[in-house]
């Protein structure tokens, strides 16, 4: 089983600046791409941001040019850097993990989230 290992988040005020990480420990399984992922309440969880082993990033519209996502491959670590946060980034961040090890199916891995908390 994949573990996810998730900090950095808290309390900030709004146009302040946090950094999440998570750090996966795989075993004997192949991480392949490592995300972000928040919920609200009364929302359902979105998409944040998402990179491969490879490089490649994608983002919500929403946080595009606030938010950057990067990973250590040796590490198997994923960083979200969050800067000019506002309120309704508030939620709870969820990292998620996918993973396979040989020809058997992928799973799909989840965090036990960190709360984030954009309030003046």
């Known amino acids: 089983q994949v573990q996810l290992v998730e900090s950095g988040g808290g309390l900030v005020q709004p146009g302040g600046s946090l950094r999440l990480s998570c750090a996966a420990s795989?075993?004997?399984?192949?991480?392949?791409?490592m995300g972000w992922y928040r919920q609200a309440p009364g929302n359902q969880r979105e998409l944040v941001a998402t990179?491969?082993?490879?490089?490649?990033?994608m983002y919500a519209g929403s946080v595009k040019g606030r938010f950057t996502i990067s990973r250590d491959n040796g590490a198997n670590t994923v960083y979200l850097q969050m800067n000019s946060l506002r309120p309704e980034d508030t939620a709870v961040y969820y990292c998620n993990a996918q993973a396979r090890y040989g020809t058997s199916p992928s799973g799909n891995y989840w965090g036990q989230g960190t709360q984030v908390t954009v309030s003046s």
């Open positions: 795989a075993g004997i399984f192949e991480i392949y791409a």
């Open positions: 990179i491969t082993s490879g490089g490649g990033t």
